[in-house]
Nanobody
Framework: VQLQASGGGLVQAGGSLRLTCAAS????????MGWFRQAPGKERELVAS????????YYADSIKGRATISRDNAKNTVDLQMNSLTPEDTAVYYC????????????WGQGTQVTVSS
């Protein structure tokens, strides 16, 4: 599976961004997907995930209520809409594929930088 994340950029606090992960090379629709982020000096964290069918989602407390994860299996994409951004959201954001039957995410995209200015 190849993953390409896009949509990052520089935004002012309070603004919004929509990240998109485009997948190719496998049957995308069969896999749960996740968005992670890693800020400088911090551990990588899972911020949101979505089931293969799109009927179940998880959000980390740090982003709950400000983000929506969605997917379009026909287009092989998964999006993360983030609103009310704060400087604490500054990080490199990665999309990843969860290996079925495990809690592991074994396939990763290259990441997209999100920078929120105060």
């Amino acid at each position: 599976v190849q993953l390409q994340a896009s949509g990052g950029g520089l935004v002012q606090a309070g603004g919004s961004l929509r990240l998109t992960c485009a997948a190719s090379g496998h049957t995308f629709s069969r896999f749960d997907m996740g968005w992670f982020r890693q800020a400088p000096g911090k551990e990588r964290e899972l911020v949101a995930s979505i089931s293969w069918y799109g009927d179940s989602a998880y959000y980390a407390d740090s982003i709950k209520g400000r983000a929506t994860i969605s997917r379009d299996n026909a287009k092989n994409t998964v999006d993360l809409q983030m609103n009310s951004l704060t400087p604490e959201d500054t990080a490199v954001y990665y999309c990843a594929v969860r290996t079925p039957g495990t809690p592991r995410y074994d396939y990763w995209g290259q990441g997209t930088q999100v920078t929120v200015s105060s």
